[in-house]
């Protein structure tokens, strides 16, 4: 029994010294004290706004009490995962379900959030009525549904939409996404315009986008959305305001300078740059990388923030990510774990800000 005691006692004095030694080797305590009670918004508030990616109870999912309020008070603006894509807010012509959009839209009025719209024409997650019976249905039913949703919610409570999201092909030929359910009922890709003209007609007072992954990666792909850009003439006759870069991005890819090229590609048309759905591939082997990956991210977008207005993250914490059915394996794309705990890299990115 003695010998079990001693044994405890000097396993206890070994904790104390090493602990000592750990904390003797961090930040004087008022220090960490301070920087322990500095979210990513407050860091980042004076480069661009930090947001993240909120389900409230569509698809079963509810962030605002699967995490606890000091994690979900990292961020000040929020962009709906589901519940303001077509098929969730429109499923059946003339039904529209407000329930979730006015959940997310009242929870950030209530916690100092902004509220960026995702997303009101796609060609995915959208019923098919929407673009039956031809061209003319198909752009009056564009019109009923932009101007419906632009009714219920002014630029006090969702400030930017995702008007437009992926209207251009993923192939090398850099051309319209002909595949689109919208450019088969136009015949062309007429319904581009529409999309921005209507939201702008709707209210003149928001920030209309349009939203794409790859814009970083594929120099085509980039090429091909200022093209369309142009070739609608949407920032001539003021119809757009920015560019969402999806940014789901990988360890080793795009590059900062590919990063820091198209935002200045983008930022010289006179478009706004929001960073919209950002988190990093990342499986179980690579995670030691994930810290040095986003403080070179973030580095580049501190040099850029005077292009950029938002940051979003797809999500909050490495427990629940699309990466993971869509890639097949356990991600962990996010600066928060499985556990809700701040990673390192966490505060890497934050105290960069500092
Ligand atoms: O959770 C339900 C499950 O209970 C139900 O049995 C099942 C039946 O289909 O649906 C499950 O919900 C899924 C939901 O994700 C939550 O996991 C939906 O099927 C699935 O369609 C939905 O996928 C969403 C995906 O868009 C659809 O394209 C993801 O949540 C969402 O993160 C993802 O987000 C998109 C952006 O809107 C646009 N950019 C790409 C990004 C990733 O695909």
């Known amino acids: 029994m003695k010998f079990t005691a001693l044994n405890r006692i ?9 602990l000592t030694l750990v904390l003797s080797c961090k930040r004087p305590v008022d220090e960490i004290e301070v920087l322990s009670e500095t979210p990513l918004r407050e860091a980042y508030a004076p480069f661009f706004k930090i947001g993240a990616a909120f389900a409230v109870g569509e698809y079963g999912t509810d962030f ?9 008070n990292e961020y000040n603006s929020i962009t709906p995962e589901n519940c303001m ?53 198909a752009r009056a039913n564009m019109k009923t549904h932009i101007e419906t949703i632009l009714a219920r919610y002014d630029e006090t409570e969702i400030y930017a939409w995702d008007v437009l999201n992926e209207a251009i092909s993923d192939d090398a030929s850099g051309s319209h996404r002909t595949s689109s359910p919208w450019y088969i009922a136009y015949g062309d890709s007429s319904y581009v315009r529409d999309a921005f003209s209507f939201a702008r007609q709707a209210n003149p007072n928001l920030q209309l986008f349009y939203n794409d992954y790859n814009v970083a990666t594929s120099l085509t ?20 305001d920015g560019i969402g870069f999806q940014a789901h991005w990988g360890i080793t890819y795009p ?12 930022a010289d048309m006179g ?15 690579e995670r030691d990388l994930l810290e040095a990956r986003y403080d070179e991210i ?3 977008f501190r040099e850029k923030a005077d292009k950029i207005d938002s940051v979003t993250f797809w999500g909050i914490a490495d427990d629940y990510t699309w990466l993971d059915n869509f890639k097949g ?26």
């Open 10 to 18: 000097s396993s206890f004095v070994l904790l104390a010294c090493t």
């Open 64 to 72: 605002r009490t699967k995490y606890a309020s000091d994690i979900l």
């Open 85 to 137: 894509k077509p098929d969730q807010i429109q499923g059946v012509k003339g039904q529209f379900r407000w329930t979730y959009a006015d959940r997310i839209v009242n929870w950030a009025k209530a916690n100092g959030k902004v509220v960026r719209g995702h997303t009101l024409v796609w060609h995915s997650q959208s019923p098919s009525w929407m673009t039956e019976g031809g061209e003319a249905a």
């Open 221 to 240: 792909k980039r090429n091909a959305i200022k093209a369309m850009i142009e070739e609608h003439n949407l920032v001539e006759d003021n119809l757009i």
């Open 255 to 266: 590059s900062p300078s590919e990063i820091a090229e198209t935002i200045d590609l983008f």
């Open 271 to 285: 478009l706004k740059i929001h960073i919209t759905e950002l988190d990093i591939t990342c499986n179980a082997s």
């Open 298 to 300: 973030f580095a580049v």
């Open 329 to 354: 394996f356990k991600n962990y794309p996010f600066l928060i774990d499985t556990k809700h705990e701040r990673k390192q890299a966490y505060y890497t990115v934050r105290d960069a800000a500092l």
